[in-house]
């Protein structure tokens, strides 16, 4: 079974790509012994120094409500349970509570110890176009929880926190990053003559799309079927399969990253168990055969 860097959230509502993606954190139900009235202390916006090793690359979500951007945090060594119950608890003034959300700041000092935060000092914010449209300084590491799960999240204050039309970030990298031109659309025909090629049955096939990109002519076909996922390559009536999933998944979202490795892009998918409320987020890197799923922070030239 595949390695996950980021682990399943229990009982979302909507399986969609607005959804926010989990870290290799459990879901934890909310203490209801507290007040739920409003509460709101804002976190003071200082920079935190982190490394820049590493370059980070994953979703961007907005908290409800508020200016406030995050992205989520992944443990140095994996999930650990003894250690997310010590950080939990760690959990400073709770700034702000509406409802069932409710986030507490975690010492810094004390994140730097167990998260990879190699990265996260600054980044830049895209459109699924690849057009930046903010940059971020991190300001707070925070423990977030509702009535669905609680994470641990990096919190950034953005320069344009009015934007609505955010989809990923990427940190820690020193020089520019290009735009990729690609296309996604649905070829109902195409998915169909991929899945012919894989063998699968046409009728168990779901969530297909293609994603053209300009500048090699190559179309990816991302598809479902049963309890897989795959991605095939179509290039001069030749085609490749690039990744199958190891373990149940569905890919219900895709995004291009304007950044390639061994010739091929970085691919930032949102993911989840066939039938059921089991969600995460995975970065996809090509190593010159297939794409296999690695950490969001990772090291690029």
């Not at 804002?42 to 951007?69: N, Q, T």
């Not at 993911?271 to 922070?297: H, I, Q």
């Amino acid at each position: 079974m595949e390695f996950r860097y980021c682990a399943i959230a229990f009982l979302s509502l909507l399986l969609s790509c607005s959804k926010r993606a989990s870290t290799d954190q459990p879901p934890v139900a909310t203490d209801t012994t507290e007040s739920t009235e409003s509460v709101t202390t804002p976190a003071k916006a200082v920079d935190i120094e982190v490394p820049d090793s590493l370059a980070y690359i994953g979703y961007v979500y907005k908290f409800d409500e508020s200016e406030d951007f995050y992205v989520d945090l992944y443990f140095k060594d994996g999930f650990n349970y003894d250690e997310y119950d010590r950080l939990k608890s760690l959990g400073e003034e709770r700034i702000y509570q509406d409802g069932e959300l409710k986030r507490r700041t975690i010492p810094t000092e004390e994140a730097r110890k167990y998260f990879l935060l190699s990265g996260l000092g600054k980044i830049n914010v895209y459109n699924k176009t690849h057009r930046v449209v903010a940059t971020g300084k991190l300001k707070a590491i925070e423990y977030t929880e509702d009535f669905l799960e609680g994470k641990f999240v990096g919190v950034f204050k953005l320069d344009n926190p009015s934007i609505t039309d955010y989809s990923f970030c990427i940190g820690g990298l020193k020089q520019w990053v290009d735009p990729l031109e690609y296309a996604a659309y649905s070829d109902e025909v195409l998915t169909e003559q991929v899945a012919q090629h894989l063998g699968l049955d046409t009728e168990k096939i779901f969530g297909g799309k293609q994603y053209s990109l300009n500048e090699s002519g190559a179309i990816y076909t991302v598809l479902s079927s049963d309890t897989s996922s795959y991605i095939v390559e179509s290039l001069n009536d030749t085609r490749t399969l690039l990744y199958r999933s190891e373990s149940s998944e569905s890919i219900f979202d895709l995004q291009i990253i304007p950044k390639t490795v061994n010739g091929k892009p970085i691919l930032l998918v949102a993911c989840g168990v066939p039938e059921t409320d089991m969600l995460w987020a995975s970065l996809l890197v090509f190593n010159g055969t297939k794409y296999k799923v690695t950490r969001n922070n990772i090291r690029l030239e």
